[in-house]
């Protein structure tokens, strides 16, 4: 009985929650349902690159399946790699706001300085694409080079409490997805974008296996492993600004299971709309998607 009157409670907050935010949309000209601006891609398949390990594996595969009809997503510091001009994907995703702040360590700076340089210089057409509080910073930073275009992903969300709700309001576009990863975001952006097939390579989704706690001082350790291998300030990847404090260990296990929750979440709307969205990752712990190895097995 007290679960029942909990799960009530909560029901009617996500549902205050959501007129809430139908009320502001009215009133600041919010659009409802959130509009993916993107031309429709229903006849199109497209490729999301994480930037985990499994893709050294898993670049000749790529290579063998783009065709003209692909799109490619790249996100953060892939320009850095050798696979870059390779595979030269047409989208570029700067999700986190490293990119965009103004109290970096000197190591992350250099880091945003190298890969904003090497996008400078591109010969083909991006679209890079960003929250719109980092959109202008990174404009000014490489806007001189004519073969980039600018896109603004549209981000609202708020955390409701019941899954119920929480997958009614993402398929129904009420809410987008948290950005809080950028394989995540990009892959909510594509499901509505209406590819008929999204293939992740790249997403090992590892990260959570290199949390340590430093046993003199406290202090997390976050060590993410990338394909490309990591730079000097990416070897604790917690160290990023001069002035915020350090995450706890309770708060990053939160965001991987906030992580994994979305992904749930978004292969039952795919399902829904009908999208097909494959993990080809060679490694990987998402286990939301069918895995390009199931597919071809049937």
Excluded at 87 to 99: A, E, Q, R
Excluded at 135 to 162: A, G, H, Q, W
Aim: aromatic residues 14%; proline residues 3%; hydrophobic residues 40%.
């Amino acid at each position: 009985m007290k679960n029942s009157i909990n799960d009530y409670l909560k029901m009617t907050l996500d549902i205050l929650i959501i007129i809430i935010t139908i009320i502001k949309s009215k009133i600041k000209q919010f659009t409802i349902p959130i509009k993916i601006s993107f031309k429709n891609k229903k006849n199109k398949k497209c490729f999301l690159l994480g930037n985990g390990p499994s893709l050294n594996t898993d670049i000749n595969e790529i290579n063998n399946l783009n065709d003209n009809s692909t799109d490619i997503y790249a996100v953060n510091y892939f320009g850095r790699s050798r696979f870059f001009n390779k595979l030269k994907p047409n989208y570029y995703f700067f999700s986190d706001k490293m990119f965009w702040s103004t109290d970096l360590i000197e190591k992350v700076e250099k880091d945003n300085e190298d890969i904003f340089n090497i996008l400078r210089n591109v010969n083909w057409k991006i679209t890079i694409i960003c929250p719109k509080e980092g959109c202008n910073f990174i404009k000014n930073k490489i806007s001189e080079n004519k073969n980039l275009s600018f896109y603004i992903v549209p981000i609202r969300y708020s955390n409701l409490l019941t899954e119920k709700l929480t997958y009614f309001s993402i398929k129904n576009r009420f809410f987008s997805i948290p950005n809080i990863n950028s394989v995540i975001t990009l892959l909510w952006m594509s499901i509505f974008s209406r590819y008929k097939k999204i293939t992740l390579y790249g997403c090992d989704f590892s990260a959570f296996k290199t949390l340590m706690v430093d046993q003199k001082t406290n202090e997390i350790i976050v060590s993410t492993k990338h394909f490309y291998g990591n730079s000097s300030a990416e070897k604790n990847a917690g160290k990023k600004y001069l002035s915020q404090k350090d995450k706890p260990l309770s708060v990053r296990i939160f965001q991987v299971h906030r992580a994994f929750r979305q992904l749930d979440i978004l292969a039952k709307v795919s399902r829904e709309l009908n999208i097909e969205v494959i993990n080809g990752s060679s490694f990987s712990f998402i286990d939301s998607f069918p895995r390009a190895k199931e597919i071809s097995a049937k």
